[in-house]
């Protein structure tokens, strides 16, 4: 399985079962050693689960609201394509790192990243055309996140589900059931009812232009969908490393990312220096931006897909929270609404039996079984 979160790629496989004792004929099943390291399993299993959990959320709102505030706290502001590099250059570094711990061996780290990666270049350049993408996406997050309430691009940043789902269906013909269409339906008009709320607010907001931000997130959103169908189809079935592929996707969007720093900020940058206006709290937005596909890899490990939504649920009412304490968010209808409607959506997209427990719409279900057929 491969999972484009935070423009890392997590590849989980299976794992094996851990207890390969079998009861012996003195032992009867369900006692016994076996059982006691069964039990240890399954609550380490359960606490993983739930730290995974929470590390996501608090990431998932973290990451937006620190952006957000380095973005729009007074004083001198580092440069957008800068951040990009940076953030590429930080989970290249961790991913070399973790390839170390996989393998035991610094020696046979690099070797592997030698082989892979420059003895095979036609593999290596197929991670080109994503990291591309995946660059390009980033330029485009930190120009929404200047825009935008954090709260507000956090709950926009989920139309990145529509349009994957969608690029799904047009590139790798998957189909969809009819509750998942709708689903995705509710998901937009939740993120429709919360950009018309904030393109119409009468509340002056400083240093945001909603318009702006909202083609910035919908790009953004189109070229994360696009990157991450693109490695699914090429990609997929790859005997090559999670790591090795993340070092691959690095090294091209720290190029790239270099290329777009000099086609638009390269004066600047000159004048001004790289590092010009990193803070220790622009160190830390990069790198909790740069860790999120690591802890979307825990979560897919040890928890399932609704807990996933449920993280990402949580982390919008979070940012929605904090918003209101540190940026003079303000809650309204509209977004509340919105709100519930995307964060339902993302809910019912994964589960798509949640649609009989809703009464209005169960009373017109009278054949469920085409509801869930694809």
């Not at 997590?10 to 390291?37: F, M, R, V, W």
């Not at 740069?290 to 919008?316: C, Q, R």
Request: with cysteine.
């Amino acid at each position: 399985m491969a999972l484009k979160e935070s423009h890392m790629t997590i590849e989980l496989k299976g794992s094996e079962s851990l207890l390969n004792d079998q009861p012996t004929s003195n032992q009867s099943p369900g006692s016994g050693p076996s059982t006691a390291a069964s039990s240890i399993v399954h609550h380490s299993n359960t606490f993983m689960k739930y730290v995974s959990l929470v590390a996501l959320t608090l990431q998932n709102a973290l990451s937006i609201l620190l952006l957000r505030y380095v973005r729009t706290v007074p004083g001198e502001r580092f440069i957008k394509s800068t951040a990009v590099i940076t953030s590429e250059f930080q989970k290249t570094i961790l991913s070399i790192l973790l390839l170390i711990h996989e393998e035991r061996n610094v020696i046979a780290a690099f070797k592997l990243i030698y082989n892979k990666i420059v003895r095979q270049p036609y593999d290596t350049f197929k991670t080109g055309i994503p990291a591309l993408l995946y660059t390009l996406q980033n330029n485009l997050l930190f120009i929404a996140i200047s825009n935008l309430d954090a709260a507000t691009f956090q709950v926009s940043y989920q139309l990145k589900i529509f349009t994957t789902a969608v690029l799904m269906v047009i590139i790798l013909r998957r189909q969809l059931n009819l509750v998942q269409w709708f689903a995705l339906f509710l998901l937009f008009l939740g993120i429709s009812l919360v950009q018309v709320e904030n393109m119409t607010s009468a509340t002056p907001k400083q240093d945001v232009s909603a318009l702006y931000g909202l083609f910035a997130v919908m790009a953004a959103c189109t070229l994360s969908g696009l990157a991450g169908v693109y490695f699914e189809k090429i990609l997929k079935g790859s005997d090559v490393s999670v790591w090795i592929r993340n070092i691959q996707l690095g090294i091209f969007g720290m190029f790239f990312g270099a290329l777009t720093m000099y086609l638009s900020d390269g004066a600047e940058v000159k004048a001004k220096g790289f590092l010009y206006g990193y803070t220790n709290m622009v160190w830390i937005a990069t790198l909790v931006h740069s860790v999120g596909g690591l802890i979307v890899a825990l979560v897919v490990k040890h928890a399932d897909n609704i807990l996933k939504g449920f993280a990402t649920s949580a982390a919008i009412v979070l940012s929605c929270i904090v918003s209101m304490m540190l940026f003079d968010f303000e809650l309204t209808i509209l977004f509340t609404l919105g709100s519930v409607l995307v964060i339902f959506s993302i809910f019912l997209y994964s589960k798509t039996e949640l649609i009989l427990y809703v009464p209005i719409l169960n009373t017109f279900i009278n054949d469920r079984s085409v509801l869930f057929q694809h």
